[in-house]
């Protein structure tokens, strides 16, 4: 039995029109009868086993930085916007008309 539409996005918990778009873009196998879309549960289940094979190869490594790396950034991104007096650096305020 061929899935609708609705059926596979109920399945996938995705939007349907993730599905027309998927299909349009040839991302998922469907069938194309008298121009409505229809799915094999079989070559959906293929598809989406076919997510599984990822290797470790193709995950980066997770990259862990220093708490006292984060504060400096931080820092350095508010002494880039804020001036001492808590007020937008005159660069902005000239943009914004001159207030």
Request: hydrophobic share 35%; charged share 25%; net charge positive.
């Amino acid at each position: 039995m061929l899935l609708t539409v609705k059926d596979l996005s109920t399945w996938l918990n995705v939007k349907p029109s993730t599905l027309y778009l998927w299909a349009a873009q040839g991302k998922i196998p469907c069938r194309k009868i008298h121009g409505v879309l229809r799915f094999e549960p079989d070559a959906i289940t293929s598809w989406l086993r076919s997510f599984d094979s990822i290797s470790a190869k193709t995950i980066p490594p997770l990259i862990r930085h220093s708490k006292r790396g984060a504060d400096q950034l931080i820092e350095a991104a508010k002494r880039a916007v804020y001036t001492p007096d808590r007020e937008k650096p005159d660069k902005d305020r000239a943009q914004q008309g001159g207030n």
